[in-house]
């Protein structure tokens, strides 16, 4: 019989479990949320944290990659700031408490805190089981707060929410939202997160969308933490029957980010568009890892995420596409795109497809290169200088990613932060 | 203006040498034709003069205006006024027609220490330029070149040339691709460019374009040689007899 070595731990698993001790009196919920919290810890403090042979983090080693563990942010004044666009209603979270309420919601919208609901007992909090749901056991473990959103149908025009966190000082902030999209409800949802620079602090977040029969949801993400911080986001969207969802995301900030995202397709008809773009420099790291579950019939999935890597940073994006029996008519289309910048940047992609029906059309495909010579020789041959003419081509590249945004204020906003991204890095 | 002098060029990857000692004068407001079988080397002079750097220059040297050109790069040179008109104008997806034709144009009076040019005045100016070579709006909105014909990409360079104001235009092979009638609209383009302080290089096949971009000097190239230089008589000879008489005597 062999036995398991004894493996040393690393200072990050044995801080959470630490930090998890000293707070845990302090973070909200009944009995039944603090024990889910405390299966949540020992799953870490029994296991530790994923590595390169648990398969889910083979890219994205959580033991080598996370050094150390801050405490728990301390309250703070609200930091948040005005919304993208002005169609927004704000609601902002610092340091991982609400900090901003807004005085009116749009019409059909019913906001309650996580404070609020998990006291009350009115929710449950995932159950993880293994070191492959890392990212939800931390999340489970320490969410402080989070908006719990209901959306009834109130006309044509969508409502617009803008969930904002920002961190001031470090250490750690964790939030938990879930969001209901009523039957024909229509929400543009904004979910944007930033903090601060030079500071080594850590923030999660899950967001679960429930968009129930015929609803329809538009997405847009901007993760843009400070440049040592450490982000893990965990995305878990269930599509009813004849529903959309459209996700736009960009992740430029922080040195390591995870991003799960989890896509069930329960009801029949069903569509998903799901954009993203990472830019990554300097020796940033950041992951995409997403899930498909089509579960209905004629379901219909596209995915697109982009990676652009400069200096020594790391891209990595897993993907899997899962049809399950009498999912038929499923049409599924995965594709990842990475332009590299550098000698020195990676691009690590791994696609995955389960079909276990017979009448589907499924497909993926991966793309990794530099920027085309002749398309910058082009752009020179017209007095372009070459900085510029590789901004215009990197821009390009990622603008598909939030091309289809609907609010025109909103897909400016985003151009403007790849612009400012491309800028810095030309000074930089 | 411009002054090639015993031109050696070869392909920077493998070497392969190309130009073999190419010499050219060309004046201000005059119009040269290149003229010459496939392989002679007529696409790579234009790719060396507009500073591709795929190619080596390995001997000789390019004077604009009594100065040496070869370590400028590709915007340098289009800054000081040279343009390409390209054989096969690029496609590139996502990059706005007009973000890229006002950055262009900004690029370059920037390098010339002149200030941006206004929105409204850019407008204008495309506009006007993009009537003139039946360029629709509708063009105009799309990406740099993408879902355009053979032609509407050619209409395209001219249309570019024109909003830049070069000093020098390299055309090559404009005639490629086009029916009669785009001919014609490129070839008045190019015509109505023709000034006392611009000069043409026209690098064709054919003699057809010369009917209707009437050139002042036509050469000959021959195994990256000029072989033959001539009037634009020299062209309809070429036409009636073909490249084989120039290339034995290159040979």
């Known amino acids: 019989m062999s036995a398991e070595p004894i493996r040393m731990k690393t200072p990050a698993e044995e801080g959470f479990p630490a930090v998890f001790d000293a707070a845990a009196a302090g973070l909200p919920g009944t009995p039944d949320i603090a024990a889910a919290r405390r299966a949540a810890i020992a799953l870490v403090r029994d296991e530790g944290l994923p590595h390169r042979r648990i398969e889910a983090y083979h890219y994205t080693d959580l033991r080598a990659l996370v050094r150390s563990v801050p405490p728990l942010a301390i309250f703070a004044a609200d930091a948040t700031g005005a919304a993208l666009t002005d169609a927004a209603t704000v609601i902002g979270f610092t340091n991982g408490r609400l900090t901003k309420t807004p005085e009116a919601l749009p019409a059909g919208v019913i906001l309650q805190s996580f404070v609020e609901a998990a006291s009350a007992g009115s929710i449950t909090l995932p159950t993880p089981a293994g070191l492959a749901d890392s990212v939800s056991s931390l999340n489970t473990a320490f969410a402080s707060d989070g908006a719990m959103l209901y959306v009834a149908p109130a006309g044509d025009a969508a409502a617009v929410i803008e969930l904002q966190s920002a961190v001031v000082g470090g250490g750690q902030a964790h939030l938990a939202h879930r969001v209901t999209v009523a039957a024909g409800a229509k929400l543009l949802l904004i979910d944007r997160t930033s903090g601060p620079a030079d500071t080594d602090y850590l923030a999660s977040g899950s967001l679960t969308l429930v968009v129930e029969d015929g609803a329809e949801v538009t997405l847009v993400r901007l993760q843009r933490e400070g440049d040592k911080a450490t982000r893990f986001d965990r995305l878990d969207i269930s599509l009813g029957e004849g529903s959309k969802i459209a996700l736009h995301s960009v992740s430029l900030g922080a040195k390591l980010w995870r991003f799960e995202i989890g896509l069930s397709i329960t009801g029949d008809d069903a569509e998903a568009q799901l954009f993203g773009a990472g830019l990554l420099q300097g020796r940033q790291h950041g992951d995409t890892t997403l899930f498909v579950d089509h579960a209905a019939l004629r379901g219909t999935s596209k995915e697109t995420f982009k990676s652009v890597a400069t200096d020594e940073a790391k891209a990595v994006f897993q993907g899997k596409i899962l049809v399950r029996p009498g999912a038929q008519k499923t049409d599924g289309k995965m594709m990842a795109n990475a332009l590299l910048l550098s000698e020195r940047a990676e691009f690590m992609t791994k696609p995955e497809l389960e079909i276990f029906a017979d009448d589907v059309a499924c497909g993926h495909g991966a793309t990794c290169g530099e920027i085309d010579e002749n398309h910058l020789f082009y752009l020179m041959a017209r007095g372009v200088p070459k900085p510029v003419a590789e901004q215009l081509l990197i821009a390009a590249f990622v603008e598909e990613v939030f091309d289809d945004v609907p609010d025109e204020a909103l897909k400016a906003a985003l151009a403007a932060e790849v612009d400012g991204w491309l800028a810095g890095r030309a000074a930089g | ?251």
Request: glycine share 8%; charged share 25%.
């Open chain 2, 1 to 251: 203006m411009l002054e090639i002098k015993n031109l050696h060029a070869r392909i920077a990857e493998d070497g392969t040498e190309i130009l073999n000692g190419i010499d050219l004068v060309v004046k201000p407001g005059e119009v040269h034709a290149i003229m010459g079988p496939n392989g002679s080397g007529k696409s790579t002079l234009s790719y060396v003069l507009s500073g591709k750097d795929d190619y080596e220059v390995t001997e000789g040297d390019i004077l604009f205006n009594g100065e040496s050109i070869l370590e400028l790069g590709p915007d340098e040179r289009a800054a000081a006024g040279f343009f390409l008109a390209f054989q096969y104008p690029i496609e590139i997806p996502g990059v706005a027609t007009m973000t890229f034709l006002k950055a262009a144009i900004n690029a370059q009076r920037k390098a010339r220490g002149e200030s941006e040019i206004t929105t409204p005045d850019f407008m204008r100016l495309v506009k006007e330029t993009s009537a003139k070579l039946n360029i629709s709006s509708d063009m105009l909105k799309r990406p740099l070149n993408v879902g355009f014909s053979g032609g509407e990409k050619k209409r395209n360079e001219i249309m570019q040339m024109a909003l830049l104001q070069p000093k020098l235009c390299i055309l090559d092979e404009t005639d490629s691709g086009l029916d009669i009638d785009a001919l014609k609209v490129v070839s008045e383009g190019v015509n109505a460019l023709r000034s006392p302080d611009r000069a043409f290089i026209v690098i064709t096949h054919y003699q057809r374009l010369l009917d209707h971009i009437v050139p002042d000097v036509v050469h000959v190239l021959s195994k990256g040689r000029i072989v033959k230089t001539g009037g634009p008589e020299l062209a309809l000879e070429l036409e009636k007899n073909g490249y084989a008489d120039f290339v034995d005597v290159a040979a």
